[in-house]
């Protein structure tokens, strides 16, 4: 955070930090019985309830990274990100090419949504709607963490 950043995120303001959180593809009629092998590694920025907290993100951005898995496919790095409010609403999502938003893989209601163990989310890109369960979630260290880990 720089000097002249006008948000100020402190933990006696917030029990918020950021989590690493695991998502793996659910069950579907692709995949019956899920997939451990399909899924998404991200750093987020979640309250005490496992729901994304804005203000923090806005002063992690740079922290908040995702990975996108899939056997046959070269792993994808992006970033998390939030859109301000328009027709849809406010959103979450996964951008993987900033120059362009027609690759961003958009989170069905995520502002509500808890990421915790056991709870699903819906991902939709360009092909469509996928369920994933959040397998794992766990603390993130920026200084000794690494999704290339």
Known sequence: MTASSPIRVSPEE???KLQRVLLLAARSPEFPFGSPQRGYDFIAPLDGDG???LPLWRV????C??????????PRMGLLKH????????????????????????????????LTPGEY?????G????????ARV????????????
């Open 83 to 114: 859109r301000a409010g328009g027709a849809d609403g406010a959103s979450w999502c996964f951008d993987f090419d900033p120059d362009r938003s027609d690759d961003d893989e958009v989170g069905y209601r995520l502002d509500t949504h808890r």
């Open 127 to 134: 092909a469509g709607s996928r369920s994933f369960q959040v």
């Open 121 to 125: 989310v819906t991902l939709r890109d």
């Open 138 to 149: 766990f603390d993130f260290d920026p200084n000794g963490d690494s999704l290339s880990n």
């Open 65 to 74: 990274r995702v990975v996108r898995f899939s056997p046959g496919e070269t």
């Open 60 to 63: 992690e951005r740079t922290h």
């Open 51 to 53: 729901r994304f907290n």
């Open 14 to 16: 917030t029990p918020s």
